[in-house]
């Protein structure tokens, strides 16, 4: 099956700096790359889908500004959380699919935790 | 706009015993997919099965199956000869009506496999 990296797994940073997230997808191409966000206990909300080259399209509620996107090549998309606050600890995850459109794949998921 | 709804916050069955995990969900789509995915305390998502809306039947996969009921609108994973290992977090899925692979998540079913 195909298969999605997420990087790093788990990250702990101060408030007020930022963090970046890696997913990438090692044996397909990426099209199209979905951020999604877990608070504890809770669902998987979707905050944003990344498209290869072009500019990511937010959900409602999302902070464009405050969570960074880029989807540069068909294999990586970051997502770069900018001045960080304890509010942002989470659990991020992404998901990928390729030029089917057919499944998404996930990452591993990364647990952040701003101090 | 999908809705998918997990009414069982926590379940507990016996190792080797079988157990069912609902799910209900709303749409206007003719034609729609329901996904399960299993989220171990690691925090990956691994899927489990797929039912589509025209499969004529049932979805199975070795000790997960699906019981759909299109008019109900339910798809409860059933969980055949539950092992430790299964005790996880369940979510059931669908695709927003705008993309298959952007997914709605319920608000997941905690499981405890006891020995």
């Known amino acids: 099956g195909a298969v999605v990296s997420q990087h790093p797994s788990w990250v702990i940073c101060k408030s007020g700096t930022s963090v970046k997230i890696e997913c990438r997808s090692l044996d397909f191409q990426a099209t199209t790359m979905f951020w999604y966000r877990q608070f504890p206990k809770q669902s998987l909300m979707l905050m944003a889908t990344s498209n290869e080259g072009s500019k990511a399209t937010y959900e409602q509620g999302v902070e464009k500004d405050k969570f960074l996107i880029n989807h540069a090549s068909l294999t990586l998309s970051t997502l770069t959380v900018t001045s960080a606050h304890p509010e942002d600890s989470s659990f991020y995850i992404c998901?990928?699919?390729?030029?089917?459109?057919?499944?998404?794949?996930f990452g591993q998921g990364t647990r952040l935790t701003v101090v | 706009a999908q809705k998918i709804t997990q009414t069982q916050p926590g379940m507990f069955v016996q190792e080797k015993e079988a157990v069912t995990l609902d799910c209900t969900y709303d749409t206007s789509d003719p034609s729609y997919g329901l996904f399960w995915y299993k989220q171990p305390s690691s925090g990956e998502m691994i899927f489990l099965i797929y039912?589509?809306?025209?499969?004529?039947q049932n979805a199975t996969e070795g000790r997960y199956s699906l019981n759909f009921q299109k008019a109900r609108k339910s798809a409860n994973l059933v969980i055949s000869a539950s092992q430790l290992g299964d005790s996880a977090m369940y979510f059931c899925a669908m695709p927003w009506s705008t993309g298959f692979q952007k997914l709605v998540f319920g608000t997941g079913t905690r499981l405890l496999v006891s020995p």
């Open positions: 998901s990928a699919s390729d030029r089917t459109n057919t499944e998404a794949f």
């Open positions: 039912q589509g809306s025209y499969d004529q």
